[in-house]
């Protein structure tokens, strides 16, 4: 295919993320979206199945959040968050308290995931120093577990997997530790908590599924043992529903299935319904409470250029208002149900070890994938945008996905899978 002026141009300058640049399958010129369609340059159009990065929670270019973007660029895109306010930011904040679980009522907005991530633990290491408690820096955090790519974020990783490992040696060391999913677990945890704990400022986890780290799914009862320690010991519990939040599992917050309040809790990727990068990191009373004094040295300590973006706090109104309106929960628990009558079958398949389905979120697992590039470009010979990772394929579609498009997508899969790959 003969591609655009641009692409050729440009390619030889971008850096890819993740990707062997010598050897990567070159990536696709996509120049519009619409929906659950993306169109490439040729004209070809691909059902997408991923949602980029599950963002897309109400498929591209929603005419209610286009408007919403279009009324705030003509009025204020921008203004700083330091000594001013903006109306979008603080009705965000608002609607965040009022959506979630318990006291979760403090809202400090960023541009990334990452980057929340990092200011919870900042506010975590801090909540303790404020309260006289030195020696409380480290973090509990879980094998299998990913919480974003920034030097600070890393270093709660898994430390195994092939994403990070490489930088072990530049990042300070926390506790890595396997989840409390049974009884031997749980002691295992306890102990480690009663030997460390004053040493542990905050246990963070990804609550009901492990997603970058392969989409491992557990169950709430892991939560609440979670809740449960971090009580007994007196840490801190913060839950990164960057992935989670908004509907993605079934419940429109991850920590609603187990019924539990985490001191601190971060979200972004569909914050914004995938139409501007936005994050938040929200923070339960007592934590708030911690960083009120007379001492200008207990304020939080962080403030990014771009925060509070208005343009991006109106993509988020708007998006909460599709919550509010259509019934998007409702349009999960059908995805859920479809997903699991037609992948089901990819059980058979060659390679193939488990098939799960959790809300919006649909894994075949193999026990390896031989020819990865090969994958990619089959599916895409298919007409569908689906990017396996690691030893899975899987399925993060927008909440509105028709029946049609999704049957596409499992199709494929089932058809990409069948063949020797
Ligand atoms: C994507 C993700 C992050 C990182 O977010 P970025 O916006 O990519 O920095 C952190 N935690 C979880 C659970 C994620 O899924």
């Given amino acids: 295919m003969q591609g655009p002026r641009w692409l050729e141009r440009g390619m030889k300058h971008v850096w890819l993320p993740y990707s062997q640049m010598q050897t990567t399958v070159p990536p696709l010129p996509a120049i519009s979206t619409r929906g659950r369609t993306i169109t490439l340059a040729d004209g070809s159009e691909l059902t997408d199945g991923i949602a980029s990065w599950w963002t897309a929670c109400h498929g591209y270019n929603h005419p209610h959040i286009r408007a919403a973007v279009s009324a705030q660029l003509e009025c204020m895109p921008h203004v700083m968050f330091g000594g001013l306010v903006n109306e979008p930011a603080l009705t965000l904040a608002s609607r965040l308290a009022a959506m979630l679980p318990g006291d979760l009522e403090r809202v400090f907005f960023t541009d990334s995931g990452s980057v929340a991530v990092e200011v919870a633990m900042k506010m975590a290491i801090q909540y303790w120093l404020n309260r006289g408690r030195t020696g409380r820096t480290r973090l509990l955090a879980f094998r299998g577990g990913y919480h974003g790519d920034t030097m600070a974020t890393m270093a709660v990783c898994d430390p195994e997997e092939g994403m990070h490992s490489l930088y072990q040696g530049a990042l300070p060391e926390h506790f ?5 999913v049974d009884a031997d677990s749980v002691r295992a945890l306890d102990e480690l908590l009663a030997q460390s704990g004053d040493s542990i400022a905050a246990i963070i986890v990804e ?6 780290g392969g989409m491992l799914f557990h169950s709430p009862d892991v939560l609440r043992n979670l809740r449960m320690l971090a009580d007994r010991h007196g840490v801190l519990l913060i839950l990164d529903e960057i992935f989670t939040g908004f509907g993605r599992t079934g419940t429109m917050f991850a920590c609603e299935q187990a019924g539990i309040v985490p001191d601190i809790i971060t979200l972004s990727k569909a914050l914004t319904a995938g139409t501007m990068a936005l994050a938040a990191t929200v923070a339960r009373a007592h934590v708030f409470d911690a960083f009120l004094s007379d001492d200008p040295l207990h304020a939080l300590m962080h403030g990014p250029t771009f925060m509070a973006n208005a343009m991006a706090c109106a993509c988020a109104n708007a998006s909460l208002d599709l919550f509010e309106r259509e019934d998007c929960l409702g349009g999960v628990a059908r995805i859920a149900r479809q997903m ?3 992948l089901e079958p990819c059980r058979s398949l060659p390679h193939v070890v488990d098939v799960r389905v959790m809300g919006a979120i649909g894994v075949v697992e193999l026990d390896r994938i031989h020819d990865m590039n090969a994958l990619k470009t089959a599916l895409v010979a298919q007409g569908v945008w689906v990017r396996p990772f690691r ?10 996905i028709t029946t049609s498009e999704l049957g596409k997508l499992t199709a494929a899969i089932r058809t990409v899978l069948a063949q020797p790959v």
């Fill in 176 to 180: 890595i530790a396997d989840l409390p």
């Fill in 207 to 212: 609550p009901l599924v492990q997603g970058a």
């Fill in 340 to 342: 699991r009558t037609e």
């Fill in 391 to 400: 030893n899975i394929v899987y399925l993060t579609p927008a909440f509105n």
